[in-house]
Structure formats: structure tokens, C-alpha cells
């Protein structure tokens, strides 16, 4: 079974773009969540989506966003891009999103923003 | 506003040592979660330990779960090179869908 996998791998941006990462979930998972990880914050809940319904959001401001497709596939965005959205951004897939199982993590998308 | 944290965050060992590293959280949760990071990669699931006094060994490692507590140990046995990445614990107290991770513990193993 294929994993997780985001796309693309690596963004450089300047400050005051946009940016839209995508996310592939384990064939069958419906549950995505993603996280934002960074040397001084660690890694942080960005908001989890199930059956295209954001069911959880973390402490983030409104400029991230996000939306799930009725294939699970998933896409965050972030507007007016600032210098500490620089970050590894992670995509995790759960087949049921119940608490049994683990989440499977996506290689992540590095992004850069000048 | 919850916590997790780890100890040590730095750990320099040499091969076939034991150590404990040790995750602690800050309300109650059934649900805790490892997972291994090797540099410039995602994270990789170790264990899932759903329940006060739960064990799972596989390999080297071995963690466990005291939820009255609120403590989780990784026990590594025998250190070898191969273990030499940053560990995390997550929590997941709530909904079933939002993890909390620890600090991290970066491991070292010496030859």
C-alpha cells in the first residue's frame, strides 16, 4: 500500500504570497491532519479533516486554511505569507480517525518564505 | 493549556547502554503515542499504548504507559547506532484527532 504523500516537497515564497500544499492520504484513510513543525515551536496541530468536514482546528490564525475532497485528498493554504510560516509542514492520514490506530505521516512539504 | 514534555532532550549514549526516556503529560489520556524522526525525514510510528499499563517491546525499545501517572516511558536496550535519531510522544486526550506532541529527545549513540 503506498503511503502518504505531499506535493511539493520544497517551496521557497516571499513574504506577502500565498501558498497551497497538497496531501495524498493512505488509499482508504479518511482522516488527514496537519502539522506544522519548526525548531522552536516543535511540531503544532494545524486542523484534521474527515469526509471533507474540518472536525478540529489548533491555534493558528485565519491566514491557514484548509479543505479535504470527496477522494480524501487534502490541501492547506496559507495567505500573506510572514517569515515564521517558514516550516516543515506534515500531513497525517488515519483510516477511521478514531483513536485506536496511529496517524501515518507524509514526508512533509519544507517551505521557505524570504 | 496542555503539556507534554520530554526528558531528556539531549542524549549522547554509547552502543550497549540502556537508558529511559521519559514523556510526561499534563491531563489525563488513555491515548499516547511514539514516534521516530530520522534527520530531514517524517515521522515513523513506533508504538500505540491505549491503556493504563500497557507494554509493547519491539526490538531495542520498549515503552509502557502509566496513565494515573500521566507518564510514559522509552526504555532502549542495548543501544546500537541504528537508534541514533529524535524521539517524540504524543497524547491525544480529547477527540481522537488532535495530537499533542513532546518536546522531543534527540539521541545519540556513540560507538
Known amino acids: 500500500k503506498a503511503g502518504v504523500t505531499q506535493t511539493p516537497r520544497y517551496l521557497i515564497k516571499t513574504r506577502g504570497q500565498q501558498v497551497t500544499l497538497s496531501c495524498s492520504p493512505i488509499s482508504g484513510h479518511r482522516s488527514v491532519s496537519w502539522y506544522q513543525q519548526t525548531p522552536g515551536q516543535g511540531l503544532q496541530f494545524l486542523f484534521e479533516y474527515f469526509s471533507e468536514t474540518q472536525r478540529n482546528k489548533g491555534n493558528f490564525p485565519g491566514r491557514f486554511s484548509g479543505r479535504q475532497f470527496s477522494n480524501s485528498r487534502s490541501e492547506m493554504n496559507v495567505s500573506t505569507l510572514e517569515l515564521g510560516d517558514s516550516a516543515l509542514y506534515l500531513c497525517?492520514?488515519?483510516?477511521?480517525?478514531?483513536?485506536?490506530?496511529?496517524?501515518?505521516f507524509g514526508p512533509g512539504t519544507r517551505l521557505l518564505v524570504l | 493549556e496542555l503539556k507534554v514534555e520530554q526528558n531528556p532532550l539531549f542524549l549522547s549514549m554509547q552502543e550497549g547502554k540502556n537508558y529511559t526516556i521519559y514523556c510526561n503529560y499534563s491531563t489525563t489520556s488513555d491515548r499516547l503515542y511514539w514516534y521516530r524522526q530520522d534527520p530531514g525525514k517524517s515521522l515513523e510510528s513506533l508504538f500505540v499504548l491505549l491503556s493504563n499499563g500497557a507494554v509493547k517491546q519491539e526490538g531495542r525499545l520498549m515503552a509502557s504507559l502509566d496513565t494515573k501517572a500521566r507518564l510514559s516511558t522509552l526504555h532502549i536496550t542495548a543501544a546500537v547506532h541504528d537508534l541514533s535519531a529524535t524521539y517524540f510522544c504524543?497524547?491525544?486526550?480529547?477527540?481522537?484527532?488532535?495530537?499533542?506532541f513532546g518536546t522531543g529527545t534527540s539521541l545519540t549513540v556513540i560507538p
Open positions: 497525517a492520514s488515519r483510516s477511521t480517525g478514531g483513536w485506536v490506530e496511529t496517524q501515518y
Open positions: 504524543a497524547v491525544d486526550p480529547y477527540t481522537g484527532n488532535q495530537f499533542y
